[in-house]
């Protein structure tokens, strides 16, 4: 159990164009009005170019749900073909962005010095980094996904202030449960999500490690968020086949029953 608000994002990916996306936004609304949402903070993930759109319906709705993007651009603005800023992100009314999703380091290359700018760059902009970490199989298999882990995240956050280290979200997704239906087990999510902890409190002290949010993710799902959420470390989840549903991810959002 935790004092900090759960937090549950949905990771859309590279699916739902726009107007599949102001579907699911405007179902996943109607289906939130059975939940608390005060005890849970509700964000989704959306592919850039259906940002304006979600963001159009979450105002005419007054819907509880936050969003952001799933990358932005190390750069400020200016030559940097294809990118998006984080100011151009801040517009669209965003508050979180994900940064150095396994995909992204897998199929782009991205390292501990390209997330740790991505990092900075959000905070520049006035967004929420959600700082995605996690080991490969063979790191886990080698007994090295906490050390593999803390690498990430002591790249990703080098140079932060406190203010900005107590507002990042970390998740923690083991690559090798994403998108495998094989999710870690809550003692295994709650290892990794306490060493992230610890080594939060030993480079910034305890209130920014009590503040900080960490997320689990890889093949959550309404059925095993419950026990996940039961462990001291785990703040929420980020979540992507799942969020794809409506039904579903409001019942991940409602997990307190
Ligand atoms: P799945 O929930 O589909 O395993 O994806 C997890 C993920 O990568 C969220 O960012």
């Given at each position: 159990m935790t004092t900090r608000t759960p937090l549950m994002a949905g990771?859309?990916?590279?699916?739902?164009?726009w107007k599949q996306g102001l579907a699911l936004v405007e179902e996943l609304g109607e289906q939130l009005k059975?939940?608390?949402?005060s005890l849970v903070e509700t964000v989704v993930l959306p592919p850039f170019v259906d940002l304006r759109t979600v963001q159009v319906a979450v105002d005419a709705g007054k819907l509880p749900i936050a969003y952001g993007a799933q990358d932005l651009s190390?750069?400020?603005?200016?030559?940097?073909?294809?990118e998006v800023s984080g100011s151009m992100l801040k517009a669209l009314g965003c508050t979180y962005v994900a940064v150095g999703h396994s995909e992204r380091r897998q199929?782009?290359?991205?390292d501990e010095q390209v997330t740790g700018a991505k990092v900075k760059a959000a905070f520049a902009a006035g967004l929420i980094p959600i700082l995605c970490v996690g080991e490969p199989l063979e790191e886990r298999q080698a007994g090295r996904h906490v050390e593999h882990t803390l690498a990430q995240l002591e790249g990703g956050i080098d140079g932060l202030n406190a203010e900005q280290a107590k507002q990042i979200v970390i998740a923690y997704e083991p690559v090798w449960a994403i998108g495998t239906g094989e999710v870690a087990t809550p003692e295994d999510a709650q290892e990794v999500c306490s060493a992230i902890r610890g080594a939060l409190r030993s480079l910034h002290g305890d209130e920014v490690a009590d503040a900080v949010r960490v997320l689990y993710g890889g093949s959550v799902k309404s059925s095993n968020v419950a026990e996940l959420m039961t462990?001291?470390?785990?703040?929420?989840a980020l979540v992507g086949?799942?969020?794809?549903?409506a039904e579903e991810f409001a019942k991940i959002v409602g997990y307190q029953g």
């Open positions: 990771n859309w990916k590279m699916n739902l164009d059975e939940v608390d949402t190390a750069h400020e603005s200016g030559a940097y073909t294809g199929y782009h290359g991205e462990k001291q470390d785990v703040d929420g086949g799942a969020s794809l549903k």
